[in-house]
């Protein structure tokens, strides 16, 4: 049986789907036009974003895997959710100055990405339970194959979805290269600095501004 976005499952995974992946584009673009780089924890977020949108590419591209598909989701929203809560606790104690980027609606993204990681879980325990076996035949082929035989819908979200993949992994290069994400506070991109100040050692403190 062919997937079709009339099927509630199939839109709302590939609604989904779409979302994860625009929510780390948003963040990207604030990382832009604001220039703030993310931090450790900001990037280990945006990464449990994408690999939450991972398991709803499997869902829609392997639809008779739904099982496994749900669980990496499940799991991502988890991690998503703990690596968030953990950074709202660093940033209310006393000697806090104010959290870490630019608030939105009175709020830090990491405290709005506690909620979203929240109702990750609860979309996927519930998706789970309503996802039945005989909507998910399986169709053959290879990914591409698979791929190509989706509705434009789903064949555009999978694109988009690919694409911030793409563009969020190269942000965190450009910015951190092989050496570990560094805490709030970054100032310059280590790619950038290398290219400037060839040559040169480029130490956290240089990265850090200071």
Same mark, same amino acid.
């Given at each position: 049986m062919k997937q079709t976005t009339s099927d509630p499952v199939v839109f709302l995974n590939t609604a989904a789907l779409f979302g994860s992946?625009?929510?780390?584009?948003?963040?990207?673009?604030?990382?832009?036009?604001? *220039?703030?780089?993310p931090c450790a924890l900001c990037n280990l977020q @945006?990464?449990?974003f994408l690999l939450f949108g991972s398991g709803l590419f499997i869902?829609?591209?392997?639809?008779?895997?739904?099982?496994?598909g749900y669980l990496v989701s499940g799991i991502s929203a988890i991690v998503g959710a703990c690596t968030a809560i953990t950074q709202v606790f660093i940033h209310i104690l006393p000697t806090d100055e104010g959290g870490v980027g630019s608030p939105v609606l009175g709020f830090h993204l990491y405290a709005w990405c506690f909620v979203l990681f929240i109702l990750a879980i609860a979309y996927v325990l519930t998706l789970q339970s309503?996802?039945?076996?005989s909507?998910?035949? *399986?169709?053959?082929?290879?990914?591409?194959?698979?791929?190509? @035989?989706?509705?434009?819908?789903?064949?555009?979200?999978?694109?988009?979805?690919?694409f911030i993949a793409i563009v969020a992994s190269s942000s965190a290069f450009v910015a951190n290269g092989f050496g570990p994400f560094l805490e709030g506070g970054q100032q310059k991109y280590w790619l950038i600095e290398v290219i400037k100040q060839p040559g040169t050692e480029i130490t956290k403190d240089v990265l850090m501004g200071r």
């Open positions: 992946a625009l929510l780390v584009g948003m963040a990207f673009s604030m990382q832009i036009l604001l *220039a703030e780089l @945006r990464l449990e869902v829609l591209l392997y639809p008779e895997r739904y099982g496994s309503v996802h039945k076996p909507v998910v035949e *399986a169709v053959g082929g290879t990914g591409w194959q698979r791929f190509r @035989r989706q509705p434009r819908m789903i064949k555009t979200t999978i694109a988009f979805y690919i």
